[in-house]
């Protein structure tokens, strides 16, 4: 069972535009959240993160959004850039565990278009 | 500032060769992971360490694969006699006592 759900594959954004990554779990356990960008043939690179204590973080271009009740979570990018084409993945911990592996949704591929 | 390093980047091998893998994580990290990506999924954990202690195993960790970490510093993956359905990346990850986990650039295994 996924505990971590990415349901759209794809996503295409003009430059410029607003992209939002949308990202649903199901383990009301997990209270921290993260987002990695990923380009093929290189491992996952941390962008930004949210604790379940809060319901917005922001960072530059990108904002994350936590709606706890919904089990809900959105990544958005303003403005987008072609740079920003690549693989995104939504990743679910417990910050209490002492192991705290990451649990990834499949990945949404963004592209932005010049 | 040396993120995490993973070696070999990429490997060929035939069914029932074994390979091993190493991963060197950011210097002062000491916890660190060891996670598979096959196409079209996202990274799924396979192991744990703690300092030089493996303190969790998935059970996507067969008994063909062991993971080491003898100094606390750097580790390595075997896997024995491997098959097909082991070609994914092998990703490595490091963190301290703060809870983001930093990549390494992965080990792309394909099994022939």
């Known amino acids: 069972d996924q505990q971590v759900k990415q349901n759209s594959p794809s996503l295409s954004v003009q430059e410029g535009r607003i992209s939002i990554l949308n990202c649903d779990y199901t383990?009301?356990?997990?209270?921290?959240f993260l987002w990695y960008k990923k380009y093929p043939a290189e491992g996952p690179t941390f962008l930004i993160s949210?604790?379940?204590?809060?319901d917005k973080n922001e960072d530059g271009r990108f904002t994350v959004f936590l709606n706890k009740s919904a089990k809900h979570l959105s990544l958005h990018i303003v403005p987008s850039q072609p740079g920003d084409s690549a693989v995104y993945f939504c990743?679910?911990?417990?910050?209490?565990?002492?192991?705290?592996?990451?649990?990834f949704g499949k990945g949404t591929r963004l592209s932005v278009i010049a | 500032d040396t993120g995490v390093s993973q070696d070999p980047r990429h490997k060929i091998t035939k069914r029932g060769q074994n390979v091993t893998f190493r991963c060197d994580p950011i210097?002062?990290?000491?916890?660190l992971y060891w996670y598979r990506q096959t196409l079209g999924q996202g990274p799924e954990f396979l192991t744990y360490?703690?300092?030089?202690?493996?303190?969790?195993k998935s059970r996507l960790l067969s008994d063909r694969f062991s993971a080491e970490r003898p100094k606390g510093s750097f580790s390595t993956l075997e896997i024995q006699r491997t098959e097909q359905g082991d070609s994914a990346m092998y990703l490595c990850?490091?963190?301290?006592?703060?809870?983001?986990?930093?990549f390494g650039p992965g080990t792309r295994l394909l099994v022939l």
């Open positions: 990850a490091s963190r301290t006592g703060e809870k983001t986990q930093y």
């Open positions: 383990n009301s356990m997990f209270d921290y």
């Open positions: 949210i604790s379940s204590i809060k």
């Open positions: 990743a679910a911990t417990r910050l209490n565990s002492g192991n705290t592996p990451l649990v």
């Open positions: 210097s002062e990290h000491n916890r």
């Open positions: 360490f703690q300092n030089e202690a493996q303190l969790e």
